[in-house]
C-alpha cells in the first residue's frame, strides 16, 4: 500500500526575542504572572515580515532537509490564522515566492488544529494517488495583531510568530507494518463553541451592517477573544480524547509511542494532558516556554526542534494532539 511519509522539517523564526520584561515595558502585566500561568519565558515577533515570508523560509529548510527539489511539490497545503491578506490565501503568496505558477495552493483555517487537519488532508491526498510530493505549512504572524491594552493582555502575551513546515512524499509501506508513514488521523470540531475564541471582525455576519468600518475598529472587534478558563478546560479534556481514540484505532498504548509533541498553548495544559495519560512529562517535546503560542505552527516547529535536540530521531512512534478556536481539536500518530 502507499503512505505518507515525512521526508523532512524545517522552521522559521524571526530573530527578534521579545521576553516577558520586553512585554511589562509596553503592557499592564509581568513576567512573574506569564511565567506562572502559562510557562512561556520569550517569544519572537517579527520586524516587519509577513505569515508567507516566514513560510517561505521554513519551507526552503524542509525542502533541503528532506532533498526534494521545489518542482516536484505538487499541491501546498497552508495552515494560518493569520494570512497577509484576507485573500487570497497565502498558499498562493507562499507558491510565488517558491516560483511553482501553476502548483494548487490549499488554505486552511482550523487554527490552532491546522497542521492537524493539514496532515489529514496531505495522508488522504497521497494514499489516494492524487498527490506525491506535498508541502504542508503552519505558519503565524500574530504580533501585527494584538491588543497591549489591557483589555487583550490575557492573549497578547501568549503569542508568537514563526513557521513550520514538512514535505510529505508517497511510499510503499507495508500494511501494519513499521514503515515510517502517517497511521492515522482523527479530527473534531464544535460550531456551539465558536465564539469561545475568535476574531469577530472583518466578516460578513448578520451583526455586521459592514465588514470593516471605523466603529468596528474602534470596538476592538479585529483583535481575538478568548474565554480562558473554557479553552483551557477543553483543551485538557479534548485533547487527552484524540489521542485515546488514535490509540484504540491503532491498537496501540501509550508505552508504545517514542515522543508526544502537543501543540503549545500552555504549559499547564500539556502537564495535566500528560497526567491524564499517565506519561511522564519527559516523553511531551516542549517548546512554549522559547516560542509562546505559535497556532498552526507550533507542531512543525516542535518536529524540528525536537530533531535537532536529538529527541525525534527516523522510525519513532511520534503522536500529535492539538486543539483550538472553533473549538477545533485531532491527534496525528505517525512513525517518523
Ligand atoms: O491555542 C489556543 C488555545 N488557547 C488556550 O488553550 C489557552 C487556554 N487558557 C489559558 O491558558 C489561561 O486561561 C490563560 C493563561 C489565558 C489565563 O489564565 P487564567 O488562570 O485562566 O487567568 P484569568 O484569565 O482567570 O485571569 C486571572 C487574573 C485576572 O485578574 P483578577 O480578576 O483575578 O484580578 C486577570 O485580569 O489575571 C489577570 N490577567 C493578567 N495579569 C497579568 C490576565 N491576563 C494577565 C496578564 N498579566 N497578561
New binding site residues.
Given amino acids: 500500500m502507499i503512505g505518507a511519509k515525512i521526508e523532512g522539517v524545517g522552521a522559521y523564526l524571526p530573530p527578534k526575542v521579545v521576553t516577558n520584561s520586553d512585554l511589562e515595558k509596553i ?4 513576567d512573574e ?2 511565567r506562572k ?2 510557562g512561556i519565558e520569550e517569544r519572537r515577533w517579527v520586524d516587519h515580515e509577513s505569515t508567507s515570508a516566514l513560510a517561505y523560509q521554513a519551507s526552503l529548510l524542509a525542502l533541503e532537509r528532506a532533498q526534494v527539489s521545489k518542482d516536484e511539490i505538487d499541491l501546498i497545503i497552508f495552515a494560518t490564522l493569520s494570512p497577509d491578506h484576507d485573500f487570497p490565501g497565502a498558499g498562493c503568496f507562499l507558491q510565488e515566492r517558491l516560483g511553482l505558477p501553476g502548483v494548487p495552493a490549499l488554505d486552511i483555517r482550523q ?2 488544529t491546522g497542521f492537524i487537519y493539514g496532515l489529514s488532508i496531505a495522508n488522504t491526498y497521497i494514499k489516494s494517488g492524487e498527490y506525491r510530493k506535498i508541502l504542508l505549512v503552519g505558519a503565524e504572524v500574530h504580533s501585527k495583531g494584538l491588543d497591549k491594552s489591557p483589555k487583550g ?6 503569542f508568537g510568530d514563526g513557521a513550520g513546515a514538512v514535505v510529505i512524499g508517497a511510499h510503499p509501506v507495508e500494511d501494519k507494518g513499521c514503515d515510517s508513514h502517517i497511521y492515522s488521523s482523527h479530527l473534531h470540531a464544535d460550531g456551539r463553541f465558536a465564539k469561545e ?1 475568535w476574531i469577530a471582525a472583518p466578516g460578513t455576519s448578520e451583526d455586521f451592517e459592514d465588514r470593516l468600518n471605523r466603529q468596528m475598529v474602534d470596538d476592538g472587534l479585529h483583535y481575538g477573544y ?1 474565554n ?2 473554557k ?2 478546560a477543553h ?1 485538557t479534556k479534548s485533547m487527552v480524547a484524540a489521542v485515546m481514540e488514535a490509540l484504540e484505532y491503532n491498537q496501540m498504548d501509550v508505552s508504545q509511542v517514542d515522543l508526544f509533541l502537543f ?1 503549545q ?2 504549559l ?2 500539556n502537564s495535566m494532558v500528560a497526567r491524564e495519560l499517565g506519561i511522564s512529562e519527559d516523553r511531551v517535546f516542549n517548546t512554549i516556554m522559547k516560542y509562546g ?1 505559535t ?1 498552526a505552527a507550533t507542531i512543525p516547529i516542535g518536529m524540528n526542534d525536537a530533531i535537532a535536540a536529538g529527541k525525534l530521531q527516523p522510525g519513532m512512534l511520534v503522536m500529535t494532539a492539538a ?3 472553533g473549538f477545533t481539536w485531532g491527534s496525528t500518530l505517525l512513525r517518523y
Fill in positions: 503592557m499592564d502585566t509581568s504572572w506569564i500561568r502559562t487554527q490552532c493582555r490575557d492573549i497578547s502575551v501568549l475564541l478568548m480562558g478558563k479553552v483551557f483543551a501543540h498553548a500552555n499547564r495544559i503560542n497556532t486543539f483550538g478556536s
